[in-house]
């Protein structure tokens, strides 16, 4: 991120030293004002895809993070999404038909987007990954990888539930056939054995509320509830009261509504992978592959998480949710 921000920080100040020097005066210094913290290069346009489904507020803060991106860079940002593995290729399809200058796209099923990925990369378009495919964006040939790693994520989270004092948890999976899912559950089993994975419809949330609910009636003995995303997490505490449940609600992702159930205490904590990094970091190195040739990362991923969001320091992340960036 640092590099990031560096070469756009040269990129900027060597257009303004050139502005004055060529003019001089009042009128070339306020111009170098306006300028400041925007490039100047030529337009250029990254489609951003997405595998959000409906109403997922997680994907508004990584939009928001590759909005601001883009309003620095001069990119003309095309933002797309869909669940269904065939469908979010088609949509890198109809960008590559576009002939867009770079491609951002998240690679939750990468068996599905695989061939859209090699019709990019054909095409002479640059890819970056974002929030998922940590295990196969390399392979895929995309060029670097911003987000969290999952399985790590999720052994981070038995830990805390584990020395929290839970006695079963129940991982709710809200995609079927999503690897980062897979991976945050598989994690947490590693660290803490009494961990069941139960599948929900997340298109679907009442039903989704109907589901946890009809569990934690039929099993008492389930005393944690932990979410893959904000809106779940918010379904699941419903599901607590309804059921007459003392289960805890714990999640991974975070939104508005959730700092505030942080702070009053209907979440107990959230693991957060700074979803406003990845699309602006992925937004920003593709104008740095346009404008200077840059490729971020040294072929490694650039880790955005995790980290916990509890009680204990809520406070100086609820300034920032506000805005609608974590």
Known sequence: MRKSLSMAAVAVLTTSLTACSATGGRKAEEQASMDAGKATTPRMTVALITHSGPGDTFWDIVRKGAEDAAAKDN?????????DGPKQANLVQQAIDKKVDGIAVTLSKPDAMKSAVD???TAGIPVVALNGGLDDWKKMGVESYYGQDEKIAGEAAGDKLKSGGAKKVLCVIHEQG???????????KSKFAQTENFYVNGKDMPSV??????????DKTIDSVLALGGPYAMTATKSVKESGSKAKVFTFDTSS????AIKNGSVQWA?????????????????????????VGGGQPVLTGPAFIDKNNVADVEKYAKSGRR
């Open 75 to 83: 990119v003309k940002l095309e933002y797309t999404a869909d669940p």
């Open 119 to 121: 019709a990019a990369r």
């Open 178 to 188: 999503n690897v980062g899912h897979t991976d945050r559950c598989a994690g947490v």
């Open 209 to 218: 509320q109907s589901a946890i609910t009809s569990k934690l009636q039929q």
């Open 257 to 260: 509504e959730v700092i505030g």
């Open 271 to 295: 693991v957060d992978q700074q979803p406003y990094l990845q699309g602006y970091l992925a937004v920003d190195s593709l104008w740095l592959r346009k404008n200077n040739g840059n490729i």
